[in-house]
């Protein structure tokens, strides 16, 4: 009869600590952001490397340089050999950096822990505003040497006609929170509806107004030659 609750209080002491070493520290979330974030920017990297845009031509900048003495041919391919061998081992070597890098014990743990959170809520994680494809980035060198990734901010958006849909001209293009600092003038143009419709819109709305004037003054004409073939 004592040892049952003893067991079950046992297995709900065990319980939580299980829980407890699944669910990650504000530290190691940290750690798993940085370890990501430098992973990304690796990756960017190594991007431009399979793209063939610096690597390629500095493998070959060894072998289309012109040689100054064309006499000795053979010490000239020595070295060209030896340049170009040297470029291909620079350039396997920064590969390699970025594939130990993913290949890590710890960047294996911190895909493992994303993936098991995706499938325990996978409605869950959310992804950021801010970090969409309009926002693009860029990799930069600080003058210490380190590598950064730079955040180039959102296109701003025109606004747009509320009938046809176009773009306002003579309206800047901002981000929101740049329309909300900016003074009422710069955010319209000097016309009728000039902050939410096109030029054309307002002439077609002003042209439907003195049609519908005048439609209004050809019946009331009508109407009064009627009453006046009528009285006679």
Request: net charge positive; with cysteine; aromatic share 4%.
């Amino acid at each position: 009869m004592n040892q049952q609750p003893a067991a079950q209080n046992q297995a709900q002491t065990q319980a939580p600590n299980t829980v407890g070493q699944d669910v990650w520290d504000e530290q190691q979330l940290e750690e798993a952001m940085k370890r990501l974030k430098l992973l990304h920017i690796k990756v960017t990297l190594s991007s431009q490397v399979r793209r063939l845009n610096d690597t390629i031509p500095k493998m070959i900048k060894p072998l289309v340089q012109k040689q100054p003495s064309p006499d000795h041919v053979l010490s000239v391919a020595d070295a060209m050999f030896a340049a170009f061998m040297n470029s291909v081992n620079e350039a396997q070597s920064n590969i390699k950096e970025v594939t130990d890098l993913m290949r890590d014990e710890k960047s294996r743990e911190v895909f493992a822990h994303a993936k098991k959170r995706k499938s325990e809520e996978p409605e869950g994680i959310e992804s950021w505003d801010y970090n969409t494809s309009s926002n693009r980035t860029r990799v930069i060198k600080t003058p210490g040497g380190d590598i950064r990734l730079l955040h180039i901010k959102k296109r701003g958006t025109v606004p747009k006609c509320g009938d046809c849909g176009s773009k306002l001209s003579g309206i800047p293009a901002l981000r929101p929170r740049e329309y909300s600092q900016i003074s009422k003038p710069k955010k319209t143009v000097q016309r009728a509806y000039g902050g939410s419709r096109c030029g054309n819109c307002v002439r077609d709305r002003i042209v439907r107004a003195f049609l519908i004037e005048e439609q209004k003054i050809v019946k009331k004409v009508l109407k009064e030659q009627e009453q006046s073939q009528k009285k006679k």
